[in-house]
């Protein structure tokens, strides 16, 4: 059962009988008429088959909703249905549940419909099973099953993401809140961008709408309710524009069908946070999309409608000439459009289209041997992810390093030999050198871009054309991390640091050892360790040599293990071993740090978790951390002597840091109860409030808040800027 869900047993109400609200299942009937519409050929029997066997096994369970339970695997087939695929897929989603709440067995569905539904099934059910995990380290196993079984039929993805869609449509129903957010966090991080890349767009759009009502309420409303109030001051705005649009097309000699619709909250609350800016300063919230005959009449709109309209400088983009990774092809532009409107225009054939739309199920063919035939260019993005997952070091750095993959959108480069090479918006050569290869990424010692030699974390756009040069000697730098993009070239780089730094551990270890050993008058003999081993949660010697180094244990811990002090020697004790991987105080740091030395964090800048740093050795005080574009920094430019080359630590996001904010409120009852609530439903807690400013009409207000990161900054000021009482907010330097 999918997100863990409560079932109950209760007799399953009639429908006449059933109270308001109450979900209406799908017929039998209904839903193989739907199939046959699209697929005429399909499988009538086994369908009717699959309906009535989820039925009887699904019996009088009930959903958290009140619903019978069978409702779910039927609403699933429906959208499964919806996306027009095979029959197969459509028995999936009706019995995907089966395995996993009812007492029907994986054998009992392969002698019934066979090894492929079986094979499907079983696919679906042990993400199920992993899914009742809330534990990080479950959710990224979990994840890194998903991709396993994706990458051996895509159609395991397309019945999990239908089955989350279901799941979220009926979250509310759900009466645990922290169960509630952490199914649409876990929807938002890794479904939508899932469904994005298999061109799911319509899925994707609502997974996230779903996800952002459920993790920031007060945002959404905020942002729905100016959507409204321009509605009712415009009118039907969108309706007119269409009606000019069709008329300019036609005096064009263009023909098409012409849709328009305001774009999602999410996406209007995702573009604030990426352009930092307010819902005001948000002019293009309509979208327009135009649907053409073939490519000629693409280009021939375009023209059209760039000869009408004043067009914005940098929206243009052909995803025509180079497609996404997930296939999706169409024009964009935006222009200032009728009524002085500014607006975004897609314009597309009914093939890229359908494309848009369905994404992978649009042009997915099953051959009868059940083996999947499509174009793999698109897919080269999910064989990344199994190359990633080869070099992670456990599943939550791939979890990590795929989320960076899934996010970012694409730029488009050239190799020398024009090979297009698809990378993450913001990668560097390096990102490119290791998206050609492994080895040249490995090699890499310098880069042109477009001819002209350039530093190593120069940022790519779309169009340069890039070449690589190599070199034998040379190995993968670990600065290099600190401004790759791509999730594969991150990996490669984690796995050469590992490997390089258990190895200066292992000597550091090895001489913290034999020094300890001669201070209490003993020898270090390497075969006597084995006897202590399991103690410290090692493997070998080289195991407990590398936590030594580490600063797990201490040297005097292993020597006491294997000779007792005589005052301790009738009762001895062997240390508990401290988890696995966490530093204690007397850790040896290896890059950035200087041991002893105090650290503070500026006051000036305020420098989070995610901000670029530099460290400023200050006599007395040990060491102040300055973000990199700190205006005090100009002060030290002639003692260059003092900087110290740091980054953050992976574990310190945990821990809270204070950023500070100028917001600017309107002077009206309830704007500083607005202000605090947003911000504490945004997990910020306030530390300091100041008043810098006031008028008639607003206040400037001083706000410092404690965060886990910037990126958590980063969400309170998009939640604080969606809030209609705020006028303004920006991070505040100095």
């Given at each position: 059962?999918?997100?863990?869900?409560?079932?109950?047993?209760?007799?399953?109400?009639?429908?006449?009988?059933?109270?308001?609200?109450?979900?209406?299942?799908?017929?039998?009937?209904?839903?193989?008429?739907?199939?046959?519409?699209?697929d005429?050929?399909?499988?009538?029997?086994?369908?009717?088959?699959?309906?009535?066997?989820?039925?009887?096994?699904?019996?009088?369970?009930?959903?958290a909703?009140?619903?019978?339970?069978?409702?779910?695997?039927?609403?699933?087939?429906?959208?499964?249905?919806?996306?027009?695929?095979?029959?197969?897929?459509?028995?999936t989603g009706?019995?995907?549940?089966?395995?996993?709440?009812?007492?029907?067995?994986?054998?009992?569905?392969?002698?019934?419909?066979?090894?492929?539904?079986?094979?499907l099934?079983?696919?679906?059910?042990?993400?199920?099973?992993?899914?009742?995990?809330?534990?990080?380290?479950?959710?990224?196993?979990?994840?890194?099953?998903?991709?396993?079984?994706?990458?051996?039929?895509?159609?395991?993805?397309?019945?999990?993401?239908?089955?989350?869609?279901?799941?979220?449509?009926?979250?509310?129903?759900?009466?645990?809140?922290?169960?509630?957010?952490?199914?649409?966090?876990?929807?938002?991080?890794?479904?939508?961008?899932?469904?994005?890349?298999?061109?799911?767009?319509?899925?994707?759009?609502?997974?996230?709408?779903?996800?952002?009502?459920?993790?920031?309420?007060?945002?959404?409303?905020?942002?729905?309710?100016?959507?409204?109030?321009?509605?009712?001051?415009?009118?039907?705005i969108?309706?007119?524009?269409?009606?000019?649009?069709?008329?300019?097309?036609?005096?064009?000699?263009?023909?098409?069908?012409?849709?328009?619709?305001?774009?999602?909250?999410?996406?209007?609350?995702?573009?604030?946070?990426?352009?930092?800016?307010?819902?005001?300063?948000?002019?293009?919230?309509?979208?327009?999309?135009?649907?053409?005959?073939?490519?000629?009449?693409?280009?021939?709109?375009?023209?059209?409608?760039?000869?009408?309209?004043?067009?914005?400088?940098?929206?243009?983009?052909?995803?025509?000439?180079?497609?996404?990774a997930?296939?999706?092809?169409?024009?964009?532009?935006?222009?200032?459009?009728?009524?002085?409107?500014?607006?975004?225009?897609?314009?597309?054939?009914?093939?890229?289209?359908?494309?848009?739309?369905?994404?992978?199920?649009?042009?997915?063919?099953?051959?009868?041997?059940?083996?999947?035939?499509?174009?793999?260019?698109?897919?080269?993005?999910?064989?990344?992810?199994?190359?990633?997952?080869?070099?992670?070091?456990?599943?939550?750095?791939?979890?990590?390093?795929?989320?960076?993959?899934?996010?970012?959108?694409?730029?488009?480069?050239?190799?020398?030999?024009?090979?297009?090479?698809?990378?993450?918006?913001?990668?560097?050569p390096?990102?490119?050198?290791?998206?050609?290869?492994?080895?040249?990424?490995?090699?890499?010692?310098?880069?042109?871009?477009?001819?002209?030699?350039?530093?190593?974390?120069?940022?790519?756009?779309?169009?340069?054309?890039?070449?690589?040069?190599?070199?034998?000697?040379?190995?993968?730098?670990?600065?290099?991390?600190?401004?790759?993009?791509?999730?594969?070239?991150?990996?490669r780089?984690?796995?050469?640091?590992?490997?390089?730094?258990?190895?200066?551990?292992?000597?550091?270890?090895?001489?913290?050892?034999?020094?300890?050993f001669?201070?209490e008058g003993?020898?270090?003999?390497?075969?006597?360790?084995?006897?202590?081993?399991?103690?410290?949660?090692?493997?070998?010697?080289?195991?407990?040599?590398?936590?030594?180094?580490?600063?797990?244990?201490?040297?005097?811990?292993?020597?006491?293990?294997?000779?007792?002090?005589?005052?301790?020697?009738?009762?001895?004790?062997?240390?508990?071993?401290?988890a696995?991987?966490k530093?204690?105080?007397?850790?040896?740091?290896?890059?950035?740090?200087?041991?002893?030395?105090?650290?503070?964090?500026?006051?000036?800048?305020?420098?989070?978790p995610?901000?670029?740093?530099?460290?400023?050795?200050?006599?007395?005080?040990?060491?102040?951390?300055?973000?990199?574009?700190?205006?005090?920094?100009?002060?030290?430019?002639?003692?260059?002597?003092?900087?110290?080359?740091?980054?953050?630590?992976?574990?310190?996001?945990?821990?809270?840091?204070?950023?500070?904010?100028?917001?600017t409120?309107?002077?009206?009852?309830?704007?500083?109860?607005?202000?605090?609530t947003?911000?504490?439903?945004?997990?910020?807690?306030?530390?300091?409030?100041?008043?810098?400013?006031?008028?008639?009409?607003?206040?400037?207000?001083?706000v410092?808040?404690?965060?886990?990161?910037?990126?958590?900054?980063?969400?309170?000021?998009?939640?604080?800027?969606?809030?209609?009482?705020?006028?303004?907010?920006e991070?505040?330097?100095?």
């Amino acid at each position: 059962m999918a997100d863990g869900e409560t079932l109950t047993r209760a007799a399953v109400p009639a429908p006449s009988g059933a109270p308001e609200g109450r979900a209406r299942v799908m017929r039998q009937f209904e839903l193989v008429e739907r199939v046959k519409s699209y697929d005429p050929h399909a499988n009538e029997d086994a369908l009717n088959r699959a309906y009535v066997f989820a039925m009887k096994a699904h019996g009088s369970q009930l959903r958290a909703s009140g619903d019978p339970y069978f409702s779910h695997p039927v609403e699933v087939a429906g959208i499964l249905s919806g996306m027009k695929l095979d029959g197969a897929s459509i028995i999936t989603g009706l019995l995907h549940d089966t395995v996993e709440d009812t007492l029907a067995t994986l054998e009992e569905i392969e002698k019934v419909f066979g090894a492929e539904i079986a094979r499907l099934v079983d696919g679906v059910t042990k993400l199920s099973r992993l899914e009742l995990q809330s534990d990080q380290t479950k959710q990224a196993e979990n994840f890194r099953k998903l991709v396993l079984a994706m990458s051996e039929d895509i159609r395991v993805l397309l019945v999990k993401l239908s089955d989350r869609l279901h799941n979220m449509r009926t979250l509310r129903f759900i009466k645990d809140p922290d169960k509630r957010r952490r199914i649409a966090r876990e929807t938002m991080e890794i479904y939508a961008p899932l469904a994005e890349r298999i061109g799911m767009h319509e899925i994707k759009d609502e997974l996230e709408d779903l996800s952002f009502g459920e993790l920031y309420p007060e945002a959404r409303e905020g942002i729905k309710t100016r959507l409204a109030f321009l509605k009712d001051k415009g009118g039907d705005i969108v309706a007119r524009i269409i009606g000019e649009l069709g008329r300019k097309l036609k005096e064009g000699g263009v023909t098409a069908e012409l849709s328009g619709r305001e774009k999602s909250p999410y996406s209007i609350w995702r573009k604030m946070q990426r352009k930092n800016v307010g819902f005001e300063q948000l002019s293009d919230i309509m979208a327009f999309r135009v649907v053409v005959e073939d490519i000629g009449a693409c280009y021939h709109a375009l023209g059209v409608v760039h000869s009408n309209y004043p067009v914005v400088p940098g929206r243009f983009k052909d995803y025509i000439s180079t497609p996404k990774a997930n296939n999706y092809r169409s024009l964009h532009t935006g222009v200032i459009g009728p009524e002085r409107q500014r607006i975004e225009i897609q314009i597309r054939t009914g093939d890229m289209h359908e494309v848009a739309e369905l994404g992978v199920a649009a042009h997915w063919v099953y051959k009868q041997s059940g083996q999947p035939g499509t174009e793999g260019r698109q897919y080269r993005w999910l064989r990344e992810l199994l190359d990633i997952l080869e070099h992670a070091s456990d599943p939550q750095e791939f979890l990590e390093h795929t989320k960076l993959e899934m996010f970012q959108d694409q730029v488009f480069c050239f190799s020398p030999k024009g090979d297009l090479i698809e990378l993450p918006r913001g990668s560097t050569p390096v990102d490119f050198a290791y998206a050609v290869h492994s080895e040249i990424g490995d090699t890499c010692v310098g880069a042109k871009v477009n001819g002209k030699l350039v530093p190593l974390r120069t940022a790519l756009v779309n169009g340069d054309q890039v070449e690589i040069v190599t070199s034998k000697a040379q190995t993968p730098s670990p600065t290099w991390e600190r401004f790759v993009v791509s999730g594969k070239a991150r990996a490669r780089i984690r796995r050469f640091v590992r490997t390089q730094q258990r190895q200066q551990y292992l000597d550091l270890g090895k001489a913290i050892l034999q020094k300890a050993f001669r201070q209490e008058g003993h020898d270090l003999v390497e075969k006597a360790l084995g006897e202590i081993l399991s103690s410290f949660n090692s493997q070998t010697n080289d195991d407990l040599y590398v936590a030594v180094g580490e600063g797990i244990y201490t040297g005097r811990e292993v020597v006491h293990a294997l000779h007792p002090p005589k005052s301790e020697a009738a009762n001895k004790v062997i240390p508990l071993a401290p988890a696995r991987g966490k530093r204690t105080e007397n850790a040896v740091p290896i890059r950035g740090l200087i041991p002893g030395m105090a650290v503070h964090y500026a006051g000036c800048c305020h420098p989070l978790p995610g901000d670029r740093i530099v460290g400023i050795v200050m006599t007395g005080k040990g060491v102040t951390i300055h973000t990199i574009d700190c205006d005090t920094l100009a002060s030290f430019a002639e003692t260059p002597e003092r900087w110290l080359d740091v980054s953050w630590d992976d574990d310190t996001s945990t821990a809270a840091h204070v950023g500070r904010l100028n917001v600017t409120v309107g002077n009206e009852p309830g704007s500083l109860g607005s202000l605090t609530t947003v911000i504490g439903k945004s997990g910020g807690n306030i530390t300091n409030l100041k008043i810098t400013n006031r008028t008639v009409d607003f206040f400037e207000i001083l706000v410092d808040i404690e965060v886990q990161s910037l990126r958590h900054l980063t969400n309170v000021i998009a939640a604080l800027r969606a809030t209609p009482v705020i006028n303004s907010v920006e991070r505040a330097r100095g």
